[in-house]
């Protein structure tokens, strides 16, 4: 370990982080080992796999075990991503990056000169940059195109 | 009864869903006792707070961000690393990479660290690249999905990157998990090609490729109470430097106890790499690590035999009590006995009951102290058949002989014995006293008298069953020995 960093500040940093992660549902192993369980006795456990309810039950418990046994419900549809709004800065840098690599600025400023419509080129900038995969630097070629053309 | 079950368990795993979901429950206690004992492997885990931030849903996951996770983990020293990610080419980066890295594919050349970022074909360049470099690390790697027949090409991107990737610190495991009856408690181990087997063993192996060469072996649920999971959402907030002394401290932690740095690295988000487990639903990567920490269950057949006679031995006095008692009442002449019989079926069911949780509790305290699985269900079921349809029908039976056999005497006798008879009912009917009579009668007292009275195919037919019923014994125990 780095001496630099004393053992009880990365615990005390990694124990502010860890309040602020939150599941609630009793799936992986990260939420079944955060309610501690206590050692039971054995009646307990007989009781407790009878019980089929595992409300106020913790995550670790047999009565939540059994419960996925007996049920458990799936999401059976597939989700679209949600919409993310582009970030100019990270875009832009993106760019930057692209603009750095020769046979990238060679293409692109060979299309400077062969396409004088500006709506056009910035499409065809989008496909370069899409093929060379800067996907943040594409969208910010979309996005001007689509303002050029409101 | 018990011996039969056991037979037909062993040669047609007719109770095997049955019996895998005793397991569930008698192995998430074994979980519980261990979960106090210091853990010996660490995972760190895209988990779905991390997979919505730092991977941004992205599917397949973006290789930048996964090689500045695995950069910030190999940062912290572990002698092996397991990522149970598919990281192999992608087809839709082919070409994509700048040109300086493109002709990488077929050889190394490397992006230069700080020159190329979010370029997804630079990344994984970068990443292969890391993990060639990280010489003191050794590391194993998912052996890559199956693609399509159609896919030719993909497949030969595919199988050209393994090839490149057979590198001295560089293994491939076969990531695959039995999934029975909808639950995962075992791991193939015949072979050596296996995910956990590369993470155990530094030596690979080949594995047969037809079903009959794949063999189980239990996954020990005591493993998963072993396991640090690392969220990397809980690392959101760090900078690399103090990430990587976190996770580096809780390797040591690890260390101390195993022997050895090893970490796991794989996803625990979505619904797509989940699996019913003893200790709840966990994902594929905390299943290979339990794999991994897993020497098996001890499966002492003998011992489950032993067990199985103890119990069945003490049982079998009990059903024979309980029905002889019954079908006494029930036939008998007084009134309120007549009624009060069926509660000694009452009775024989809560005996049936302590004797299951007896059954249970041995098969608790066999797997959470000493590793042993013994399922407790074959004598069960034994048990509920004995006791409820063949030894109630045996009494019934012996009953309905002793009244036929009062009736035949009786007819046969003269009117000054009938006092003399009815007051001992017994005789010319046997009826074992102790246990050691009724064991002689059944072994060979049963034949010796029907021999005596000269019934000598009827002697022979119940000498035949004798041997029917010691070959059943004789086969339960050949099978549970071998």
């Not at chain 1, 124990?15 to 599941?23: E, I, R, T």
């Not at chain 2, 009724?438 to 195919?457: N, P, T």
Request: charged residues 25%.
């Amino acid at each position: 370990m780095d001496k630099r960093i004393p053992d009880w500040l990365v615990v005390a940093v990694f124990s502010l982080a860890a309040v602020a992660y939150a599941g609630d549902e009793c799936v992986g192993l990260s939420n079944i080992l955060k309610d501690a369980p206590r050692k039971v006795s054995f009646f307990e456990i007989v009781a407790s796999a009878v019980k089929t309810d595992s409300e106020g039950a913790g995550c670790s418990s047999l009565t939540s075990v059994m419960d996925k046994v007996i049920h458990r419900s799936r999401i059976s549809g597939r989700r679209l991503e949600n919409e993310k709004p582009l970030n100019i800065t990270d875009a832009e840098a993106n760019l930057a990056v692209a603009l750095r690599t020769p046979a990238i600025l060679a293409r692109l400023e060979k299309l400077k000169q062969e396409v004088p419509d500006e709506k056009v080129r910035l499409y065809l900038e989008a496909a370069i940059l899409d093929e060379e995969g800067y996907y943040n630097a594409r969208e910010l070629r979309i996005q001007q195109l689509m303002e050029k053309i409101k | 009864m018990a011996a039969l079950v056991f037979i037909i368990h062993q040669q047609f795993h007719w109770l095997d869903a049955v019996d895998g979901y005793a397991f569930l429950g008698i192995g998430h206690e074994g979980f519980v006792e261990r979960l106090n004992k210091p853990k010996r492997v660490v995972a760190v885990l895209i988990d779905q707070a991390a997979h919505e931030s730092r991977y941004r849903e992205q599917s397949p996951l973006s290789r930048c961000q996964l090689h500045r996770d695995l950069k910030r983990l190999y940062a912290a020293k572990p002698s092996l690393v397991a990522i149970d990610i598919d990281i192999s080419p992608a087809n839709w980066l082919v070409g994509r990479s700048a040109p300086a890295v493109s002709a990488s594919r077929a050889g190394w050349r490397c992006p230069p660290a700080e020159s190329v970022v979010d370029n997804e074909a630079d990344c994984e360049e970068k990443l292969y690249c890391m993990i060639k470099d990280e010489k003191d690390t050794t590391t194993v790697i998912m052996k890559p999905f199956d693609v399509s027949p159609s896919a030719a090409e993909l497949k030969r991107l595919k199988e050209a990157w393994m090839t490149r990737m057979k590198l001295p610190n560089v293994r491939f495991g076969i990531a695959d998990v039995p999934v029975r009856y909808g639950l995962v408690i075992k791991q193939y181990s015949k072979g050596s090609d296996w995910f956990a087997a590369q993470v155990r063993h530094p030596t690979a192996g080949s594995r047969g490729e037809k079903d009959d060469d794949k063999e189980f072996q239990y996954i020990d649920p005591r493993g998963y109470a072993e396991i640090d999971p690392i969220p990397l959402s809980t690392l959101d907030s760090l900078t690399d430097e103090v990430a990587t002394a976190h996770i580096e401290k809780r390797l040591n932690d690890a260390f101390r106890a195993a022997g050895t740095r090893v970490a796991f690295f794989g996803g625990a988000y979505g619904q797509g790499d989940l699996y019913l487990t003893p200790i709840g639903e966990v994902y594929g990567v905390e299943v290979q690590a339990a794999a991994y920490l897993s020497k098996g269950l001890g499966q002492y057949h003998w011992l489950d035999l032993l067990i199985d006679i103890v119990i069945a031995v003490i049982f079998g006095v009990v059903i024979a009590v309980c029905w002889h008692f019954y079908f006494t009442m029930r036939t008998g002449n007084i009134a309120w006995k007549r009624q009060v019989a069926p509660l000694v079926i009452v009775l024989l069911v809560v005996c049936v009951v302590i004797i299951a949780l007896l059954a249970l509790w041995i098969s608790l305290q066999l797997l959470a102290r000493y590793g042993i699985w013994s399922s407790p269900i074959p004598i069960a079921i034994g048990m509920l058949i004995d006791s409820f349809v063949s030894g109630s029908i045996e009494k019934a039976v012996d009953t309905i002989r002793r009244h036929e056999v009062l009736v035949e005497r009786l007819l046969n006798s003269d009117l000054a014995d009938v006092h003399q008879i009815l007051k001992n009912d017994s005789i010319g009917f046997f009826e074992p006293k102790n246990f050691g009579e009724s064991f002689r009668h059944m072994v060979y007292g049963g034949v010796a008298r029907l021999k005596y009275k000269e019934k000598f195919f009827a002697a022979s037919l119940l000498a035949a069953w004798t041997l029917v019923w010691f070959a059943a014994i004789s086969y339960a125990a050949f099978l549970t020995l071998h």
